[in-house]
């Protein structure tokens, strides 16, 4: 069995992606690691060539910014297509593995290796928010999704790249992992956020009103979100010490749920209940 990891990146510095987290997260797993980095305002093509691993192979292209949010999906599939394993682990710049679910999704992709009948391989997913100790289950942030997928031919990036479909446009058959993926997009200093979202406004994703143009990103009152006290990825330590307000966060979630199980005994668990909040 041979496992490929793909992703794309473009500005991985300049909007303060854990890109190289992301990949060595998966790289004890994968036979080879494809990389397709677009054309760049910072040294995201030295950044992926300073991890120094064999496995990572670098494919170049120029991002079509006129196709709006399809040219996630569209460079996606051109990373897809230079993978050669029997499975294709997809991440994005922001998304991270713990290691210890590495045995875990290594043993789903042999036990399915030979069921031609399963395309896919499904995550549970941790969107942190503001802080490395708060994520969001409500509406509007999905909570699974395909990251492994059976590269045939016959699976597709699809969308803004948010997840695959079958090209014949049969429904997909899907197998949980039980694993996580530790989504680290929204935890941002909140004048990169903005620059994020400017950014995701000239591609075609959002609309901003015009406070949200001129005025840092504001990630509200944290603690209107579930508290996480479980641990994070090793390979992300470095990052989540020096973010500071995640520091912050940290002791009012302590004072918060002092009495919480997941606090006592640091267990790694997101809880099952969606709650209906917009956001303003």
Not at 61 to 67: A, F, L, P
Not at 141 to 151: C, E, L, P, S
Not at 158 to 170: E, L, N, T
Not at 233 to 253: C, G, T
Request: glycine content about 6%; aromatic content about 12%.
């Amino acid at each position: 069995m041979k496992i490929s990891g793909f992703t794309i990146a473009r500005n991985a510095i300049k909007y303060n992606y854990p890109l190289v987290e992301s990949i060595l997260s998966i790289l004890p797993i994968c036979d080879e690691f494809i990389v397709n980095v677009g054309d760049s305002d910072d040294d995201t093509l030295r950044l992926v060539c300073s991890i120094g691993d064999d496995k990572i192979r670098i494919v170049q292209n120029q991002w079509d910014m006129s196709m709006g949010s399809a040219v996630l999906s569209h460079q996606t599939n051109l990373a897809l297509q230079e993978c050669a394993g029997d499975w294709a682990f997809y991440l994005q710049s922001d998304e991270v593995v713990h290691e210890k679910d590495l045995d875990k999704i290594h043993r789903s992709c042999e036990k399915y290796l030979d069921d031609e009948q399963v395309d896919a391989l499904r995550f549970k997913w941790l969107h942190f928010y503001g802080s490395y100790n708060r994520y969001r289950i409500d509406k509007g942030w999905y909570q699974k999704q395909d990251r492994i997928v059976r590269n045939n031919g016959q699976i597709q990036s699809i969308g803004d790249a948010w997840g695959f479909g079958r090209v014949d446009g049969k429904e997909m058959c899907r197998k949980n992992t039980n694993s996580f993926i530790y989504h680290y997009g929204w935890v941002m200093p909140q004048d990169i956020m903005k620059q994020r979202r400017l950014n995701a406004e000239q591609i075609g994703f959002i609309k901003l009103n015009k406070s949200e143009r001129e005025n840092n990103f504001s990630y509200q009152d944290l603690r209107l979100f579930p508290a996480y006290f479980g641990s994070h990825p090793s390979v992300m330590k470095k990052k989540i010490h020096s973010h500071q307000l995640s520091r912050e966060d940290l002791q009012r979630a302590r004072s918060q749920y002092w009495w919480h199980p997941c606090h006592l005994l640091g267990l790694r668990y997101k809880t099952g209940q969606r709650v209906n909040r917009e956001m303003r």
